[in-house]
């Protein structure tokens, strides 16, 4: 959907797949902007290594999805096969060892401690997932306006707590939120995961963590394949990966997620922006809104 829209809109496309990031670092050169699309949950440290040189350099990134950069993954036999142990990370050999910032887990993982905010603005672990199961399953599938004047929804019409999507729904699956609190009734980032303080954020929608009792009861879930989790489910598996453990007290500071869309211009001046929701594509079919919001964007971080 997504290749078939910017064709027809005229915007030229170049393609590498997510191991060229590492093995071909160069690909990114001379490209004012990099996108990734639809569910890109899978890095490895030097993918980010190169995205974070090109934000560095003057270059622009867009995520147009969710679940964006959650775990770190490690190629290996020259990249014939690709590791990631997730939440086993503790049988990852890299274990205590002088690469275990290499484990093969989440990226917030204190042995790794490399949020993705850092590469993408937002985090599933502060999103999370809209309409699946009984995860906000009547949710509207829209983002509600927060920022009516950003860059990226011009000429869309859209005003202060309209709807952004309301044609299409694309608010869906898995998303990417951040902390943030209101200051004058408008979202800020706290900045407390990794979201840098500067991040504008444009559009929210709740989103929520799926979340299962530790005696084996499915709360939420769609499936009972949730229930072989070790730890069960997102909410209590997100607690314990930062803060520790899954007390009420630390799953309280997760149960309550949003969805998120906005962007930051770092100091180099290169600019990220991310629409926070891996079914961002399917408003590009028919929903001008979608559309608009998505030719701004190239419009503004890919031309020269």
């Given amino acids: 959907r997504f290749v078939a829209w910017a064709e027809s809109n005229g915007i030229a496309l170049d393609y590498a797949t997510n191991d060229d990031l590492e093995f071909h670092p160069e690909v990114v050169a001379g490209h004012r902007l990099v996108v990734s699309m639809g ?3 899978y890095w490895s440290w030097a993918m980010r290594d190169t995205h974070e040189a090109h934000l560095a350099s003057g ?3 867009a995520f147009f999805g969710g679940n964006n950069v959650l775990w770190q993954v490690r190629y290996e036999d020259d990249g014939d096969t690709m590791v990631c142990f997730k939440g086993a990370w503790h049988r990852d050999p890299v274990r205590g060892t002088d690469r275990e910032h290499l484990l093969s887990t989440c990226f917030v993982h204190p042995s790794v401690g490399r949020p ?3 590469t993408t603005g937002l985090c599933f672990f502060r999103g999370g997932y809209v309409r699946i199961g009984d995860a906000v399953p009547h949710s509207s599938g829209t983002y509600t306006v927060h920022r009516p004047d950003h860059w990226a929804l011009a000429g869309t019409g859209l005003m202060y707590g309209d709807q952004l999507g309301a044609r299409s729904l694309p608010v869906g ?3 990417d939120g951040c902390a943030f609190e209101l200051v004058d009734g408008l979202p800020v980032p706290t900045g407390e995961d990794g979201t840098p303080l500067g991040f504008e954020i444009v559009a929210t929608t709740p989103a929520r963590l799926i979340s299962i009792s530790f005696d084996g009861t499915v709360d939420e879930a769609p499936t009972d394949f949730w229930a072989s989790h ?3 489910g997102d909410l209590e598996g997100a607690a314990i990966m930062l803060f520790g453990d899954a007390t009420p007290e630390h799953t ?3 149960a ?5 869309l906005g962007s930051y211009t770092a100091p180099s001046g290169g600019t990220i922006f991310n629409a926070g929701t891996c079914d961002w594509a399917y408003g590009l079919d028919d929903d001008p809104v979608v559309q608009r919001v998505t030719k701004n964007v190239f419009d ?3 031309r020269p």
Avoid: F, K
């Fill in 39 to 41: 569910h890109d949950e």
């Fill in 59 to 61: 270059g622009n990134a």
């Fill in 116 to 118: 993705e905010n850092t």
């Fill in 173 to 175: 699956y898995e998303c």
């Fill in 230 to 232: 070790d730890p069960p």
């Fill in 252 to 254: 309280a500071r997760l």
């Fill in 256 to 260: 309550h997620n949003h969805a998120v």
């Fill in 300 to 302: 503004r971080l890919a």
